[in-house]
């Protein structure tokens, strides 16, 4: 009887000390979990309270490389506003969002600690705009076209109005002002087949109002242009002609001043 009382007590202070285990466990494991839902819950109001601040938000855009595409116009492409949270922001969805545009060949973006996001492009560059099929299209260095419509007519106000030339002939003044600035190009107003003259035989008619007369070649000259008209301006004669062959450039009678003055253009060819 006695020893039947001592497996009982025996059993029994076992089992109170399983049951002594289990709730330690559960009062271990409750204790971890409460001090993990207070860190979690400690960051979540911390994470509230910068969302909430203005120190959380895009303190400023910087853009650069753009020439044809305004500043604002990029921001409007990368989907950005000052009212994003800078820690929010992923470089490589606002790449994407910005190259999508066809004047943008590439694009960086990099995020500083100083809340100021850097926006780097490249833009193709477009070599004039021409009146095709109805509608006015700005033409690319690599051949393709973006029609102008009312969002990017500003962009009539940077290239040459291109008449009179065959695709091919495109191709081949693309290739040749591949080196030529973005801005001399600008300084472009028109540009015209010439057929008249036979080794000279594209006309450009600059901003200032001055013509330049050369061949698809010699186009190049115009990254020297303000340095031709310094060295050859002279009089009332406001026509320039440039050789590609010999790189011999002079000013001269326009053309239609010979027609006038002898009915025919050929004196044009020969050098002042």
Not at 22 to 44: G, V
């Amino acid at each position: 009887m006695l020893e039947e009382k001592k497996d009982i007590l025996s059993r029994n202070a076992f089992l109170n000390a399983r049951e002594n285990r289990r709730l330690e466990a559960r009062y271990e494991h409750s204790r971890k979990l409460l001090f993990a839902l207070s860190i979690f819950l400690s960051l979540a109001i911390i994470c509230l309270i910068y969302y909430l601040l203005p120190v959380s938000r895009i303190y400023k855009i910087n853009v650069e490389g753009n020439y044809y595409l305004s500043k604002d116009k990029v921001v409007e492409l990368s989907g950005l506003s000052y009212d994003d949270r800078f820690l929010l922001s992923i470089a490589a969805v606002i790449e994407k969002k910005i190259i999508s545009d066809s004047l943008v060949s590439s694009c960086q973006v990099s995020l500083r600690d100083d809340r100021i996001v850097y926006i780097e492009i490249e833009e193709n560059k477009i070599i004039g705009y021409a009146y095709e099929n109805g509608k006015n299209v700005a033409i690319l260095e690599n051949g393709n076209r973006i029609e102008i419509d009312k969002n990017n007519l500003y962009l009539i106000g940077k290239v040459p109005f291109m008449q009179g030339f065959s695709d091919d002939e495109i191709v081949t003044i693309a290739k040749e002002l591949e080196n030529v600035d973005k801005k001399m190009i600008n300084e472009i107003s028109e540009m015209h087949k010439y057929p008249q003259l036979k080794y000279q035989d594209i006309e450009l008619i600059m901003r200032d109002g001055n013509y330049i007369f050369t061949s698809v070649y010699g186009l190049d000259i115009i990254n020297m242009y303000y340095e031709m008209v310094s060295r050859l301006s002279s009089g009332e004669n406001k026509c320039y002609y440039f050789e590609d062959i010999s790189g011999n450039a002079y000013t001269s009678a326009c053309p239609w001043q010979l027609v006038e003055e002898t009915g025919t253009q050929d004196d044009a060819q020969s050098e002042d």
